[in-house]
């Protein structure tokens, strides 16, 4: 006979709890194989991919796409038995055939997903006002859901009130512009009397609001990367200093090392001279490559770099990391930098490479920018911004010439790092750039 089981939205092992519905690659009828992708999601970090741990066929979507789900929330119902005989049925004592048995139950508990971490997720059901059972708990308010795209923009609805929509013959699209949710309320004012039709907007002005305004809900990656800054920034305690480098022996190596075998193939940007730079400087200067641990008041010296590069994505910045960054060649790093940055363009980026980190750099230079003052991401103690190498007018042997000149910015966790040791490292980074055959003292 059948065998239903339910796929909840699985634990990526991030620490998070909740995540957004992009893409179903199924629909119901549909035949999957044990760990075929079958739908898309968006977490607070990434777009991931998620993988069903059954063979089967595919019954019931129970979300829609651009719907906010919890971690352990039911998205799928599968058959893992479709070829199953039916139940037999048993005569009845006058000879009759009995009412057919019970359709087998659907199997809520679910084991973790391959690669997703080891929690085990189960999915409860409220229990039923006649079993005598224990007075229910009170059940958070489900989320808002999307109706399917019409018109140009998406009504939010909370399950029950879409249903009481469905139930009244009331159309959402009617009732309200892009980003506004919909009551119950407006709903039972719809049902009981006609409704204007919303005023046509100019096609000069934005869709959603007549005044030029327009607005987008805070999720995904934007809702994540928002509420960091704002922890790291009134967490902890800010220190930004700067310094101009003549970076132009830097770019000249640059030039010859193109040319180099080992290089063949790799894309090899000032990006990679900085992040060597910050890794040599930080055996220094290990104070930067620290962490504040406030439940246990201790700092936590790190031996190994796991250095986060900021990235700027279609969903927004992400920062991705580079492990063990120490222990690799400049040709490594230059090859990791360019995977590491087709892959978050693409939206592609495993949530584990976006935690863990122990430094960041942010390379403002690529928009132009001369530099900053970068917030630092929470669990570091330092992050450098790296500014645009510019044709600059500059000193040197009492001369002035025209140089490749670049600002460099560190911000710190002045919990974790004095002025001193700041400085100190600021001070190592820039003279590993101007002058690269420096590595060799450290």
Known sequence: ?????????????????????????????????????????????????????????????????????????????????PGGAPAAEAPSPNGAAAAPAPAAPVEEEMKPLVGYGSKTVTAKRRARKDAGAPTPQPVAAPEPVAEPVKGGYVPLAKPPVRKLAKDLGVDLHALASEGQVITREDVQRAASGPVAAPAPVPSTVSSSDAAGERRVPIKGVRKATAQAMVQSA?????????????????????????????????????????????CLAAKRTPDVNATWDEAAQEIVYKSYVHLGIAAATPRGLIVPKIRNAEQLSLPELAK????????????????????????????????????????????????????????????VDGEIKVRKVLQLALSFDHRVVDGQQGSQFLADVGMLLADPASAFVF
């Open 1 to 81: 006979m059948p065998q239903y089981k339910q796929f909840p939205l699985a634990d990526t092992a991030e620490g998070l709890t909740e995540a957004d519905i992009l893409n179903w690659h199924v629909k119901p009828g549909d035949e999957v194989k044990v760990n075929q992708i079958v739908v898309e999601i968006e977490t607070a970090k990434a777009a991931v991919e998620l993988p069903i741990p059954w063979a089967g066929v595919i019954t019931e979507l129970h979300v829609e796409p651009g719907q906010t789900v919890e971690v352990g929330t039911p998205i799928l119902t599968i058959d893992t038995d």
């Open 336 to 395: 990791a930098l360019g995977e590491l940055t087709d892959t978050a363009r693409e939206g592609k980026t495993p949530p584990a490479d976006m935690v863990n980190g122990t430094i960041t750099i942010t390379n403002v230079g690529v928009f132009g920018v001369d530099t900053g003052t970068p917030i630092i991401n929470p669990g570091e103690s330092a992050i450098l911004a790296f500014g645009a190498i510019r044709d600059t007018p500059w000193v």
């Open 234 to 278: 009134y967490s902890a305690p800010h220190v930004t200093e700067f310094l101009t480098v003549d970076v132009t022996p830097m770019m000249e190596l640059r030039e010859k090392l193109k040319k180099s075998p080992a290089f063949a193939g790799i894309k090899l940007t000032p990006l990679a001279f900085a992040a060597k730079a910050v």
